[in-house]
């Protein structure tokens, strides 16, 4: 989630300006000494520097409303679950605040993540037992270390020096890739499922503790795992995790090139007629992309004489 506070905090400052009447644009919103600044002066340098990315997030979220719905609970629930990622109110406040927002107007971009997300799981779907083995992944947390390097042979290598007594620690902080194994010696602390990479956390998740894992590819690249402890987790009862537990499945399991090309079309069939010449550009790259073809049918066969 935190990924989603970004550089778009003018966007709304962009739409009340773009919606001034004549007279509105002609007021004065900063005089100094050595002039003034209006509405429309402000207006027009807002639109040079961040228009195209204002107005792209703007449509989409209509485009996006038009079709889903995202309530004031859902946006206040997530908003407080993020709070409790950042460490409370003040410190949440204070990444906003680097970042242009305040909490009023990041809710904005909450909620178009939220409609995204939608889109993007729309037709996923989730088996009941799927949800019910994640839940029971979560109800484990492992304490875990990991020596990360760039391809399978290298990793071969580090699993048999460990096998042959090498101090895992320092081999981490020789040959692995991850930077902050100089200082942790590979060491990652409890994480629960949903933390890290899916290969990585499958893994993991499997082994029994202090047991050296076979070579496992990541996005990231190639570990060799050693899970140290495990412990239980403290979470909900299942009925109350499941919704959540749902939900992120469907998110792994989404298509995100066919979730695009979804939007794409939805924005397509939106038929966007943009009145400021300026901004007259802003969607061509977007739509002009190619559609994406429609399945064939089976040519039916045809009967034949014998």
Same mark, same amino acid.
């Given at each position: 989630?935190?990924?989603?506070? !970004?550089?778009?905090?003018?966007?709304?400052?962009?739409?009340?300006?773009?919606?001034?009447?004549?007279?509105?644009?002609?007021?004065?919103?900063?005089? =100094?000494?050595?002039?003034? $600044?209006?509405?429309?002066?402000?207006?027009?340098?807002?639109? =040079?520097?961040?228009?195209?990315?204002?107005?792209?997030?703007?449509?989409?979220? *209509?485009?996006?409303?038009?079709?889903?719905?995202?309530?004031? +609970? @859902? #946006? /206040? !629930?997530?908003?407080?679950?993020?709070?409790?990622?950042?460490?409370?109110?003040?410190?949440?406040?204070?990444?906003?605040?680097?970042?242009?927002?305040?909490?009023?107007?990041?809710? /904005?971009?909450?909620?178009?993540?939220?409609?995204?997300?939608?889109?993007?799981?729309? /037709?996923?779907? #989730? =088996?009941?037992?799927?949800? *019910?083995?994640?839940?029971? @992944?979560?109800?484990?947390?492992?304490?875990?270390?990991?020596?990360?390097?760039?391809?399978?042979?290298? !990793?071969?290598?580090?699993? @048999?020096?460990?096998?042959? %007594?090498?101090?895992?620690?320092?081999?981490?902080?020789?040959?692995?890739?991850?930077?902050?194994?100089?200082?942790? %010696?590979?060491?990652?602390?409890?994480?629960?499922? %949903?933390?890290?990479?899916?290969?990585?956390?499958?893994?993991?998740?499997?082994?029994?503790?202090?047991?050296?894992?076979?070579?496992?590819?990541?996005?990231?690249?190639?570990? $060799?795992?050693?899970?140290?402890?495990?412990?239980?987790?403290?979470? %909900?009862?299942?009925?109350?995790?499941?919704?959540?537990?749902?939900?992120?499945?469907?998110?792994?399991?989404?298509?995100?090139?066919?979730?695009?090309?979804?939007?794409?079309?939805?924005?397509?069939?939106? +038929?966007?007629?943009?009145? /400021?010449?300026?901004?007259?550009?802003?969607?061509?790259?977007?739509?002009?992309?190619?559609? *994406?073809?429609?399945?064939?049918?089976?040519? !039916?066969?045809?009967?034949?004489?014998?």
């Amino acid at each position: 989630m935190k990924k989603w506070i !970004a550089a778009t905090s003018l966007t709304l400052s962009v739409a009340a300006l773009a919606a001034c009447s004549d007279e509105e644009a002609s007021e004065v919103v900063v005089s =100094t000494n050595a002039g003034d $600044i209006t509405k429309e002066e402000l207006y027009q340098e807002m639109k =040079t520097t961040v228009g195209e990315q204002a107005l792209q997030m703007m449509v989409l979220e *209509q485009v996006l409303q038009d079709k889903y719905e995202v309530s004031e +609970e @859902q #946006v /206040d !629930a997530e908003l407080e679950s993020m709070k409790e990622q950042y460490g409370g109110q003040e410190q949440f406040e204070m990444v906003l605040s680097q970042q242009g927002y305040s909490e009023d107007t990041f809710r /904005d971009t909450i909620k178009l993540n939220l409609l995204q997300e939608k889109a993007l799981t729309e /037709d996923v779907e #989730v =088996t009941e037992e799927e949800i *019910q083995q994640k839940y029971e @992944q979560m109800q484990k947390e492992v304490n875990a270390r990991h020596i990360l390097v760039q391809d399978e042979e290298t !990793a071969l290598d580090v699993k @048999q020096q460990l096998e042959d %007594g090498a101090d895992f620690a320092e081999l981490a902080r020789e040959v692995s890739t991850e930077p902050a194994a100089q200082e942790t %010696g590979g060491e990652l602390g409890f994480f629960s499922a %949903g933390d890290m990479d899916p290969a990585f956390e499958e893994a993991a998740f499997s082994l029994e503790p202090n047991v050296i894992s076979e070579p496992v590819e990541s996005s990231f690249g190639w570990h $060799i795992i050693e899970v140290t402890e495990t412990r239980e987790a403290e979470i %909900g009862s299942f009925e109350e995790m499941k919704e959540e537990i749902e939900h992120d499945l469907k998110l792994a399991k989404a298509d995100q090139t066919q979730a695009s090309a979804m939007i794409q079309d939805m924005m397509r069939e939106a +038929e966007i007629d943009i009145k /400021d010449e300026d901004l007259s550009t802003t969607f061509d790259a977007f739509l002009s992309q190619p559609e *994406q073809p429609a399945a064939e049918e089976e040519p !039916a066969e045809e009967d034949t004489e014998e």
